[in-house]
């Protein structure tokens, strides 16, 4: 049997054919370097063994580049670095609206908003260009759970409850609904949403504007994928709202309050820098 033609197991238990394009197409999206490449693709597919995990797979590929290239490692780990935003769903709330706040939006996160029958708490309020977008956000904290259909169901029940009330003031010509999660929508949650008419944001929908692609075109990396930091460090760093690569660089003073020596901050800006490519 060719190796490409094992079967490993994905994070939802399912099983599926190994494909040594998508473990290339990653790794280059990385950043990594075509004999970089060729080297990790070479190491794993000698270790693969039928009924191998999809995790198995991803953490051999990692440690290989995080001991080779530390920053294409950790563009590698953006997906794992979202659900480290855990386990409460306030980091990612954070991290979107900081995300459309680099995109030229102005964003409020945790509004109390009253609608026509009662009042709600709205996770992002974004406005740009006259729109008021009405964001509600769901955070899952590990891999293989998708938003089924019942997420755009509830959320269009709250944006119709705000909706009359928000465009009704002056100040809104319109507003939109927006479902975003960090996962993947199911096939009726895309069909329901879509026909209700609000916005979907999921990792890979819309195909070529997704959560992973915005997030690798704007540089705007989430402070978890670093491989310098601890985790007690990301912690202390989260609690304190700072949630992207790019807010660390603006705070760094933060890294003074850790008690983290001079040559080790030096490394963590640089890291910071390389992410964001932006030079402070």
């Not at 759970?145 to 928000?166: E, F, H, Q, T, W």
């Not at 465009?167 to 026909?195: I, P």
Request: charged share 25%; with cysteine.
């Amino acid at each position: 049997m060719q190796k490409q033609e094992f079967d490993i197991i994905k994070s939802t238990g399912e099983k599926t054919k190994f494909s040594v394009t998508k473990l290339e197409n990653s790794l280059k999206a990385s950043g990594a370097d075509d004999a970089l490449v060729k080297k990790i693709v070479n190491v794993v597919m000698d270790e693969l063994y039928p009924g191998i995990s999809t995790k198995e797979i991803y953490n051999r590929a990692f440690a290989m580049l995080k001991k080779a290239k530390s920053v294409c490692a950790s563009k590698y780990k953006l997906k794992k670095a979202i659900y480290e935003l855990g386990p409460t769903g306030f980091p990612f709330e954070r991290f979107i609206s900081g995300i459309l706040y680099y995109s030229g939006y102005t964003t409020q996160v945790g509004q109390m908003v009253q609608g026509t029958c009662v009042s709600h708490e709205i996770d992002v309020l974004a406005r740009k260009d006259g729109i008021l977008n009405i964001i509600e956000c769901k955070f899952h904290g590990e891999d293989g759970l998708k938003c089924n259909v019942k997420v755009p169901l509830y959320i269009a029940s709250r944006y119709n409850d705000v909706k009359g009330p928000l465009e009704s003031e002056k100040e809104y010509e319109k507003t939109a609904g927006w479902v975003v999660t960090n996962t993947r929508f199911t096939m009726d949650a895309l069909q329901y949403g879509q026909c209700a008419g609000l916005k979907l944001l999921s990792w890979d929908h819309p195909s070529g504007n997704g959560l992973k692609d915005r997030i690798d075109r704007l540089r705007l990396y989430p402070i978890t994928v670093s491989t310098l930091l601890s985790g007690r460090e990301k912690q202390f760093l989260l609690n304190r709202e700072v949630v992207l690569c790019r807010q660390l660089l603006e705070d760094s003073f933060y890294l003074d309050h850790l008690g983290v020596s001079n040559g080790r901050k030096s490394r963590i800006i640089k890291e910071m820098q390389s992410l964001c490519h932006t030079q402070i």
